[in-house]
């Protein structure tokens, strides 16, 4: 409340603020709260995760990402148990998600109401997020779990996990003012020290955090940020002739970032295939 001013009180937007807060926080749990249709298979991915470690990667209709990443990561991250959960929009290509997961070592689950799908893209993330972490993984308990955007690909053999040897969580750090939160695309959490702390990876827009960053007053504020390790994350040039801002790729440490959303949207499927084309040749991913 301290970092309202004067204008803010007299126009009430802290009160307005805290309501719309609390409205959105109803909606989640009240969708969070519907028993799911798989129930049988949410239980069956859930008991198989007891004290090891899980990536969970949050599908939006593309199977084509997910298909290399799920490659990519058998290749490079092959320790850890990989799950899709999937928040497509689109049941036919929420069907082809399947498809590529089933054929795989990979796990496949489905969310099969978002309030925020079609609404907000943030919000619907940190609904995915959260659904997934109450109805897989706080009660499959792995000892690690985190959570990748699904045009996140490992081009070396990597262990995420390796950064929570002497911390609760770490990332990819995103800043909000004073405040800090995880990236929701790259997040690592040690489930053995979260104790009591029930995470919530959706928004808290008002203060400038995005998805994931509603963690901030359960757990973030309470770790010193300048301990966390920073991988290095860079922009690459797509092509030589196009300005960066146009079209580009994040080099975040040994992994290479897409970046679906931003740019100039006429470049997106280029850009996209030039990416799968350049992992796939480059890595000679197995068959």
Known sequence: ??????????????????????????????????????????????????????????????????????????????????????????????SSIEKVTNNSDSHYVRIHHNPWTGRNPSRSHGFAMNWAYRNVLRSGRPRHFGFLDHDLYPTENSDPFDILETTICGGDIRRANTRWFLWAGYCMFDQSRLGDHHLNFGLDWFAGLDTGGANWEILYRNIDVATLYQRPITAEQVWPDVPLQKAYFERRGTWLHEVGLDGDPDLQKKKQRVLRDRLTKSQRIAA
């Not at 719309?20 to 069956?44: C, G």
């Not at 997910?66 to 049941?91: C, E, G, K, M, Y």
């Open 1 to 94: 409340m301290s970092e309202y001013n004067c204008t803010d009180w007299l126009r009430l937007r802290p009160v307005l603020h805290a309501l719309k807060s609390r409205r959105y926080r109803l909606m989640d749990e009240h969708a969070l709260s519907v028993p799911s249709i798989n129930a049988d298979l949410i239980d069956k991915v859930a008991g198989s995760l007891n004290d090891q470690q899980a990536l969970v990667t949050i599908a939006f209709n593309d199977s084509e990402s997910i298909a290399l990443q799920i490659r990519l990561l058998r290749q490079f991250v092959p320790h850890a148990i990989h799950i899709v959960v999937d928040n497509s929009s689109n049941a036919s290509l929420a």
